[in-house]
């Protein structure tokens, strides 16, 4: 209990030192509002029915299932912010799409950021690229996290069907830079890995 209440207060105080002090009010008071009324803390959101990627292990391969390639407009994003926004305290802005192809992504984050709730994105990082990231950096992401499933151009092309290895490189290597650039501690970053035969080794 004391641990968590400390890691609370850290990302707290990052939040205020990144410039979004709303994010630690408002989470006191969906906090509150969730001992009372309750409703879901946190909330998965696909912005974008469509991946640029064919991976095999994929739960909805493209090949199996077809799906028509929708997205969420700004508008219909807004209200729902504004409809969870008492109770919600994160929203996870991805599913099984690649939320990158979403051309208002960056404003979403930025959106929901400036309602004081906490966004988390997974990626394949094919586009990631440096304005990308500059944008979602500067609009308050709080969490990325890194899909490779592989630290080897063998492994994550293998597994990531599609993906060229030295771009997705590039561009988490870009990300960093960027982050450092703006002098931001957010968003943190992880990376992802499915273990597999083309990759235990890498574990």
């Known amino acids: ?10 990302e707290f105080l990052v939040d205020v030192l990144d410039g979004h002090p709303q994010k630690p009010l408002h989470y006191l008071s969906a906090t509150v509002y969730g001992w009372f009324f309750g409703g879901p803390k946190k909330i998965f959101v696909e912005p974008i029915a469509a991946c640029n990627l064919h991976c095999e292990f994929c739960s909805i391969p493209p090949n199996l299932i077809q799906r028509n390639v929708r997205l969420m407009t700004l508008a219909q994003f807004k209200k729902l912010v504004q409809d969870v926004k008492p109770f919600c305290l994160e929203l996870a802005l991805y599913f099984d799409g690649e939320s990158l192809l979403h051309p208002h992504l960056p404003e979403m984050v930025a959106y929901a950021s400036k309602n004081g709730l906490y966004t988390q994105l997974s990626t394949n990082c094919t586009l990631l690229f440096p304005e990308t990231s ?3 950096i500067a609009g308050g992401l709080d969490q990325i996290l890194f899909s490779l499933d592989g630290v080897s151009k063998e ?3 293998g597994m990531r069907v599609g ?14 830079r960027v982050k450092k650039e703006l002098g931001k501690a957010k968003p943190f970053a992880s990376f992802q890995l499915l273990v597999s035969k083309l990759n235990q080794h890498e574990v």
């Open 1 to 10: 209990m004391i641990r968590k209440t400390l890691r609370l207060l850290r």
């Open 134 to 136: 500059r944008k979602l």
């Open 155 to 157: 492994s994550l092309e």
């Open 163 to 176: 993906a060229n290895y030295e771009q997705v490189m590039d561009n988490v290597q870009a990300f960093f």
